[in-house]
């Protein structure tokens, strides 16, 4: 912003961004809570920066900055608005409200990320993320990709858990070490485990470059008095060049010697920084004081290194990226999939809470947990190790694992397969009927329950149906799911023509309960 002329007062800049009502349904405000992630409020919505979504089903756009300290208004709680019309959608970023003299050149500094940022894998739906035991326990699926995202223990330096973020490979490392064919044909992928924003402080390299690494510049790094020198770590900035350098020049290491599949990415989201030696940090007027920004921009370009060095080595490469509660797009664009939901811990309880019934509604799901409307898949990790342990699974009963679980089948999405699910028999029943209906690799059209007019007009808090629809076999998954709260018959009435079937000739059966499924007609019935 550029005075045309000498001094000028400037009363207002507002930057607006009018989006169609129909795009602009959800929003996702980079809230680890959820309390503000879902459907768009008719009062909108306001907040301070941090990157914000807003969008429907299919895309979206999302707005970031890494500061606000050049704007001038006088009330952060108002940075960003967003501001249901008639027939419009309005995306506020206020950048000056309240009287500011310009008197010279003066910096805005932001940027958009329309979604999705890529198509998906053509293969997603043989994913089966998680705990390789665990998954071969529960599904006997053979045209699958085991996709191990936990595996530690392969640096050279590693935490008494395994933990790695020192990128050095240990002798562990060797050819064939992380891809495995199981006896059954079935493939295991390991996905190392990395933290970005931590190094091992006792190394040669952060000793010579530790003062460009570091998130904050006045901290002395102080080892914990008795701790093994293994443990310790410090934080670090991935926007630092000479950082990434470092990151790269060991994972060239492994990718050598071991040629794993990718990466797991943990404790790596955008961080406050004040480094000003590697671009990070605000310093303005006479103030000695450096302010702190948000690495957005740093972050990303250290994913994008990692993801380019992975796809060039292997093309089948995937970056697993653990995000929880914050959905930054720019950096998240890179992952082929985003592990989310370790927020939960705080939201799940042993009272009122034990399922997620009253934590994840559908809006919440579709704004965060869904994935087609971001590009990467988005895997849930299961949380109810808080609630529910697995040796309580007959006296509480199955039915929050079965609401969760029938939220990743009505969205066409994925889970973390993992002990952190306390019951494995409704796991069991659901990847049987997948298997026998061959889901991974079938080509089944899904039609969500937000598009579908195949079944009469169904009240979101009573009944939503998705399907899967594949044309070469003439047949159709129906994912029914009773929302009311309570036990009752479902009655669907259906049209042959939009599902594209002839349902008079078919059959119909229960795949995952002993629950009759009648099929009269077109009327579709499951008695309670």
Same mark, same amino acid.
């Given at each position: $912003?550029?005075?045309?002329?000498?001094?000028? +007062?400037?009363?207002?800049?507002?930057?607006?961004?009018? $989006?169609?009502?129909?795009?602009?349904?959800?929003?996702?405000?980079?809230?680890?809570?959820?309390?503000?992630?879902?459907?768009?409020?008719?009062?909108?919505?306001?907040?301070?920066?941090?990157?914000?979504?807003?969008?429907?089903?299919?895309?979206?756009?999302?707005?970031?900055?890494?500061?606000?300290?050049?704007?001038?208004?006088?009330?952060?709680?108002?940075?960003?608005?967003?501001?249901?019309?008639?027939?419009?959608?309005?995306?506020?970023?206020?950048?000056?409200?309240t009287?500011f003299?310009?008197?010279?050149?003066?910096?805005?500094?932001?940027?958009?990320?329309?979604?999705?940022?890529?198509?998906?894998?053509?293969?997603?739906?043989?994913?089966?993320?998680?705990?390789?035991?665990?998954?071969?326990?529960?599904?006997?699926?053979?045209?699958?990709?085991?996709?191990?995202?936990?595996c530690?223990?392969?640096? +050279?330096?590693?935490?008494?858990?395994?933990?790695?973020?020192?990128p050095?490979?240990?002798?562990?490392?060797?050819?064939?070490?992380?891809? !495995?064919?199981?006896?059954?044909?079935?493939?295991?992928?390991?996905?190392?485990?990395?933290?970005?924003?931590?190094?091992?402080?006792?190394?040669?390299?952060?000793?010579?470059?530790?003062?460009?690494?570091?998130?904050?510049i006045?901290?002395v790094?102080?080892?914990?008095?008795?701790?093994?020198? &293994?443990?310790?770590?410090?934080?670090?900035?991935?926007?630092?060049?000479?950082?990434?350098?470092?990151?790269?020049?060991?994972?060239?290491?492994?990718?050598?010697?071991?040629?794993?599949?990718? =990466?797991?990415?943990?404790?790596?989201?955008?961080?406050?920084?004040? &480094?000003l030696?590697?671009?990070?940090g605000?310093?303005?007027?006479?103030?000695?004081? !450096?302010?702190?920004?948000?690495?957005?921009?740093?972050?990303?370009?250290?994913?994008k290194?990692?993801?380019?060095?992975?796809?060039?080595?292997?093309?089948?490469?995937?970056?697993?990226?653990?995000?929880?509660?914050?959905?930054?797009?720019?950096?998240?664009?890179f992952?082929?999939?985003?592990?989310?939901?370790?927020?939960?811990?705080?939201? $799940?309880d042993?009272?009122?809470?034990?399922?997620?019934?009253?934590?994840?509604?559908?809006?919440? =799901?579709?704004?965060?947990?869904?994935?087609?409307?971001?590009?990467?898949?988005?895997?849930?990790?299961?949380?109810?190790?808080?609630?529910?342990?697995?040796?309580?699974?007959?006296?509480?009963?199955?039915?929050?694992?079965?609401?969760?679980?029938?939220?990743?089948?009505?969205?066409?999405?994925?889970?973390?397969?993992?002990? =952190?699910?306390?019951?494995?028999?409704?796991? +069991?029943?659901?990847?049987?009927?997948?298997?026998?209906?061959?889901?991974?690799?079938?080509?089944?059209?899904?039609?969500?329950?937000?598009?579908?007019?195949?079944?009469?007009?169904?009240?979101?808090?009573?009944?939503?149906?998705?399907?899967?629809?594949?044309?070469?076999?003439?047949?159709?998954?129906? !994912?029914?799911?009773?929302?009311?709260?309570?036990?009752?018959?479902?009655?669907?009435?259906?049209?042959?023509?939009?599902?594209?079937?002839?349902?008079?000739?078919?059959?119909?059966?229960?795949?995952?309960?002993?629950?009759?499924?009648?099929?009269?007609?077109?009327?579709?019935?499951?008695?309670?």
């Amino acid at each position: $912003l550029t005075p045309s002329r000498g001094k000028m +007062k400037i009363q207002s800049l507002i930057m607006t961004i009018p $989006l169609k009502k129909e795009w602009a349904t959800l929003i996702n405000a980079y809230d680890y809570s959820l309390r503000e992630t879902g459907a768009v409020r008719p009062d909108g919505w306001a907040g301070p920066l941090r990157p914000l979504w807003l969008g429907n089903e299919t895309g979206g756009l999302q707005f970031f900055a890494e500061s606000s300290l050049a704007w001038k208004t006088d009330n952060r709680q108002k940075e960003l608005e967003v501001a249901p019309a008639k027939e419009e959608t309005l995306l506020k970023v206020n950048l000056i409200n309240t009287p500011f003299l310009l008197e010279a050149a003066h910096t805005f500094a932001f940027g958009f990320e329309a979604t999705p940022v890529k198509p998906p894998a053509a293969d997603y739906r043989r994913w089966r993320i998680g705990n390789s035991d665990y998954v071969t326990s529960v599904t006997s699926e053979k045209e699958i990709d085991i996709l191990q995202t936990w595996c530690t223990g392969w640096g +050279k330096v590693c935490n008494a858990s395994g933990e790695v973020s020192y990128p050095i490979p240990g002798p562990r490392c060797t050819p064939g070490s992380f891809d !495995v064919s199981l006896a059954d044909g079935r493939k295991t992928f390991s996905f190392p485990y990395f933290q970005l924003c931590q190094t091992w402080a006792e190394s040669e390299e952060f000793q010579q470059f530790g003062d460009e690494w570091l998130t904050n510049i006045r901290e002395v790094y102080s080892p914990p008095p008795g701790s093994p020198k &293994n443990e310790h770590n410090i934080t670090v900035c991935p926007a630092a060049r000479s950082f990434q350098d470092f990151v790269l020049w060991g994972m060239n290491q492994l990718q050598s010697q071991a040629k794993p599949r990718g =990466y797991y990415l943990d404790v790596s989201h955008p961080g406050a920084c004040n &480094n000003l030696h590697h671009g990070c940090g605000h310093a303005s007027g006479n103030s000695a004081a !450096v302010q702190t920004t948000l690495n957005i921009l740093g972050t990303r370009e250290m994913v994008k290194r990692l993801y380019v060095h992975l796809k060039n080595g292997r093309p089948d490469g995937m970056i697993i990226y653990h995000s929880s509660g914050q959905i930054c797009m720019p950096v998240l664009g890179f992952a082929d999939i985003i592990v989310d939901g370790e927020n939960f811990n705080s939201l $799940l309880d042993r009272k009122q809470n034990r399922g997620y019934e009253n934590v994840l509604g559908l809006a919440a =799901y579709r704004a965060e947990y869904m994935g087609h409307n971001f590009g990467p898949k988005v895997a849930l990790l299961p949380e109810f190790g808080r609630s529910i342990q697995r040796d309580e699974a007959a006296k509480v009963g199955p039915q929050h694992e079965e609401y969760l679980l029938g939220l990743i089948l009505l969205h066409d999405s994925q889970i973390w397969l993992c002990t =952190y699910l306390y019951d494995d028999e409704p796991v +069991k029943r659901l990847y049987q009927a997948l298997a026998r209906y061959k889901l991974a690799t079938a080509p089944y059209e899904f039609i969500p329950y937000w598009k579908q007019t195949i079944t009469q007009p169904l009240s979101d808090n009573e009944t939503v149906v998705s399907f899967y629809v594949d044309r070469t076999k003439k047949r159709a998954l129906a !994912v029914v799911m009773n929302l009311s709260g309570k036990e009752r018959s479902i009655r669907l009435s259906m049209n042959s023509q939009r599902i594209g079937l002839d349902l008079s000739k078919g059959k119909v059966t229960n795949a995952c309960h002993s629950e009759p499924a009648i099929l009269s007609g077109d009327v579709l019935t499951l008695d309670k």
